[in-house]
C-alpha cells in the first residue's frame, strides 16, 4: 500500500495547507476548488505561506521551488482518478461531504483511500455514501496546518488495520505527529478542549474576572501559549459554536453547552481574528484590545 499522489478537495484555510504540508512532503498532489478565483486564493495563501517559512529560515529556497512544483490545481473532481489517497477538507458540513464521497466514488480508484478533515463529525456516517468502509478515515489536522505539528488519525470499526497504519506512516512523512484515536464525537482535542473554553465563558459571564484577566490567568498559572479567549477567536468563536453544539447534541452533558454570551457574540458576527472583532478588537492586529461585551 504505497502513496504517491495525493487529492485534495478544497483549497480554502484548511485545504490550501493540507496541499501545502503534502507537497512540501515530497508527495504529488492535486488541490481542486468549486471556482477558479477560489483556486487561485488558496494556492496563493501557499504561496505565501511558503515564503514566510523561506523568511524565516525554516525551509529553503530550493525545497519551496520542489513544493510549488509538486503542487497543481483544478476545478474537476475527475482528475482524482489517478490519486491513491483523497483528502476531503471542504465545509465541516455532513450532508455535503457525503456528496463529494458520493462524487468521488465513482471517480476514484478502487485501492484509493478516502480521508475526511473534520473536527466534529461522524466519519461513520460519511462511509455511508461510499463503497469503502475499509479504506475510509479521518485526519483531523489543525489550524494553521503548516504549523501545528498534530494530526488525529480517526479510525472506524471497519477501517482495515494496514489503512490506518498507511495514513500513520503518512502522517510521520509530511512532518506531523500522529495520534490514532476512535470515531467519537470530538475525537480527543475537541472532547477536552471544547469544555474547557465553554467554562471559561461562562466564567466570564460570571464576571470572576475580565477577559484579559482571564487569559492572564490561564497563560501565567496554567502555562498555556494562549488564553481561551485569544485562542477562541483565533479558532474562529463560531467554528466553536458549531463544535460545541454538535458535541452537546451527541452527550447530552452541560460541560458542552455554549453560554448564552458565545451564541449572542456569534449572532453579532463576532468571529474573532478573521471578522476583525470577537472576544476582542483586532483594529491594531498587533496590539487587540478586549471588546465591551456587557451592557452594564
Known amino acids: 500500500m504505497k502513496i504517491q499522489k495525493v487529492g485534495v478537495v478544497g483549497c480554502g484555510q484548511m ?16 488541490s481542486q476548488e468549486i ?18 517559512l523561506v523568511k524565516k529560515r525554516l525551509v529553503t529556497p530550493e525545497k519551496k521551488e520542489r513544493a510549488q512544483s509538486r503542487l497543481r490545481g483544478t476545478l474537476k473532481l475527475e482528475e482524482f482518478s489517478d490519486c491513491d489517497l483523497i483528502i476531503e477538507a471542504i465545509t465541516e458540513n455532513l450532508d455535503e461531504k457525503k456528496k463529494i464521497f458520493q462524487k468521488l466514488e465513482s471517480i476514484a480508484k478502487t485501492d484509493a483511500i478516502f480521508v475526511s478533515n473534520t473536527s466534529s463529525l461522524c466519519i461513520t456516517e460519511m462511509i455511508s455514501a461510499t463503497k469503502r468502509g475499509p479504506r475510509f478515515l479521518g485526519m483531523h489536522f489543525f489550524n494553521p ?20 497504519e498507511c495514513i ?12 490514532v484515536t476512535f470515531d467519537r464525537p470530538g475525537f480527543i482535542v475537541n472532547r477536552l478542549l471544547i469544555p474547557y ?21 490561564m497563560r501565567l498559572g496554567c502555562s498555556h501559549p494562549m488564553g481561551p479567549f485569544t485562542l477562541m477567536d483565533y479558532i474562529g468563536n463560531d467554528t466553536c459554536f ?42 491594531d492586529p498587533a496590539s487587540p484590545e478586549p471588546m465591551e461585551l456587557f451592557d452594564e
Open 15 to 30: 485545504g490550501s495547507g493540507i496541499a501545502q504540508v503534502c507537497a512540501v512532503g515530497g508527495f504529488s498532489t492535486l
Open 35 to 52: 471556482s477558479q478565483k477560489e483556486l487561485e486564493k488558496g494556492l496563493a495563501r501557499v504561496e505565501n505561506s511558503l515564503s514566510r
Open 145 to 164: 496546518v503548516p504549523v501545528i505539528p498534530l494530526v488525529e488519525v480517526v479510525k472506524t470499526r471497519i477501517t482495515e488495520t494496514a489503512v490506518v
Open 168 to 179: 500513520v506512516d503518512f502522517v510521520t512523512k509530511i512532518g506531523k505527529t500522529p495520534i
Open 197 to 217: 473554553l465553554m467554562d471559561a465563558v461562562r466564567v466570564l459571564e460570571e464576571r470572576l474576572g475580565s477577559t484579559k484577566e482571564l487569559d492572564t490567568a
Open 242 to 283: 458549531y463544535i460545541a453544539n454538535i458535541l452537546y447534541d451527541k452527550y447530552q452533558e452541560e460541560r458542552f453547552a455554549p453560554p448564552p454570551l458565545l451564541k449572542r457574540i456569534v449572532m453579532a458576527g463576532m468571529y474573532g481574528r478573521k471578522s476583525g472583532k470577537g472576544f476582542y478588537d483586532y483594529s
